[in-house]
Each structure stands twice: as C-alpha cells, then as structure tokens.
C-alpha cells in the first residue's frame, strides 16, 4: 500500500499578508506526485475545504522572556497534529509562505539541503530569530556537533521519534531552539548536504525584496521547484504569477 504522507502547515492568521496558504496548498495539490495529508495547525484558523486537509486548533503559547514564541509555538502545533496521526512514521514541515510550481515526489523532500556551512548571526541581533539561531549554534558546539545551517524555507522531513527525543534532550516545550538546525545536525553529522545556490540549483528562488526582477520570477516558474517570499517579498509582481500558475 502506498504510503500517505502527512504535511504540516503552521498557520498564524494574524499574520497572514494574503492569499499565503490557499497558495500553498495549491501547491502542494497540483505538483506533489505522492498520497497526501495536509494538517494546518494553529490558532482561529479559517475553515479550509478538501478530503485532503484537516484544520488543527492549537492554542499559542504565551510570550516567555529571552524565548523566540514560533519556535515554541511550533513545538505545540506539532504535539498537536501528532496526537490526530499517531500511525504516521514522520512527517514534512513546510511554511504557509512555500509555493511549489512544479513536480517532485518524497526523494526530493528528504534529501539533506542546507544553506552554508556554518551558522553565522548576531547573537546580540534585535532579532529573536537570530539570536535563536546562535543559541542553537552554542547548542550544537557543546555536544561537539556540526554547525550547519538548515533553515532552507523549504519543506523538511523528521521522523517522529527523532524530533521526539531532540524536543525532550533540550525541553523545547520551555527553550527555543531551531529545530531543523538541531535534528539535521545530530543525526546526520557526517553526510555532507546538498548546499542551495539560487544560480545554480533547481529548487528554490526566494523572494525576500519589495521589486524582484520579473525576469528571475519568470525563469523560476520553469527551472525550480519551489518559489518562496519573506514579508518583503509577498508583492503583487510574485502574487500575480502565482495565481496565474494556479488558475486562482
């Protein structure tokens, strides 16, 4: 019997710009060539129609000092989801904000991808999420880890138990951490990644300015897997190929 895999999707909808997830998951739907589920999960989220997606109430976790709250928020969306699918062997956690536009199957989702070697921020940054990232990094350094940064914006595969017991080992229901950083990096220390070149590979372009070049878009839409966007970057020159590319 063929494997269904299950997808989550963390959703905060007062933080939503658009159209983000209904994108998303046309993305998923049109080019994703494997059986499916998708668990968006999170707080008031808005009724999503489809066999093929199941909506998740999670409660947010209030606001801790020194503590970055998505990560933390993640972790309880991910306990969530869990408890609805406790047959599943693992699961792809994939951002709101991650369009595919074209095919791929599990093999492209599991093959280990990073973005550099090694972690470099400002552990002093105003931004959480840096200094997240160097929190995990001195994690990492203490158990004499690699120090890759894994943070792709694009989907991850984790096998339960494994996330499991990297949530348990440094109480990520309390302490926020990068997940991806730390599951990459203990249980494949010795694999050398994939490393993502926006040149040169065919899986991502992210779009993290306020005028991208309408050229790369286009080109992006025939050589890539994925197309991505920070906040900066959710503009109408992406928006309006998206919903072109998805008949929206």
């Known amino acids: 019997m063929k494997e269904r895999y299950l997808i989550i999707i963390p959703y905060l909808p007062i933080a939503a710009q658009g159209r983000e997830l209904d994108y998303a998951i046309a993305g998923w739907r049109r080019h994703f060539k494997e059986d499916f589920i998708i668990a968006v999960v999170g707080e008031h989220l808005p009724a999503i129609e489809g066999p093929d997606v199941v909506c998740v109430e999670s409660e947010r976790v209030p606001d801790m000092p020194d503590q970055y709250r998505q990560h933390l928020d993640y972790v309880r969306c991910f306990r969530a989801v869990h408890s609805l ?46 200094r997240d990232k160097m929190k995990t990094k001195r994690a990492l350094m203490a158990e004499g880890l690699p120090t890759r940064n894994f943070t792709t914006h694009i989907p991850h595969w984790f096998e339960w138990d494994k996330w499991e017991a990297i949530v348990e080992k440094y109480g990520m229901d309390h302490e926020s951490y990068v997940i991806e950083d730390l599951y990459y990096n203990t249980y494949y220390p010795d694999r050398i990644p994939f490393r993502l070149s926006a040149e040169h590979d065919n899986l991502k372009l992210g779009v993290y300015v306020t005028t991208p070049d309408p050229k790369v878009l286009d080109k992006a839409f025939q050589t890539k897997i994925w197309i991505t966007n920070s906040p900066d970057g959710f503009v109408l020159e992406l928006v309006n190929r998206i919903r072109k590319h998805y008949g929206l």
């Open 85 to 130: 699918f406790p047959e599943t062997e693992g699961f792809i956690f994939v951002a709101d904000d991650c369009y595919a536009v074209n095919d791929f199957d599990i093999s492209d989702v599991k093959f280990l991808k990073m973005n550099e070697p090694d972690i470099d921020y400002d552990p002093e940054s105003p931004n959480r999420w840096r």
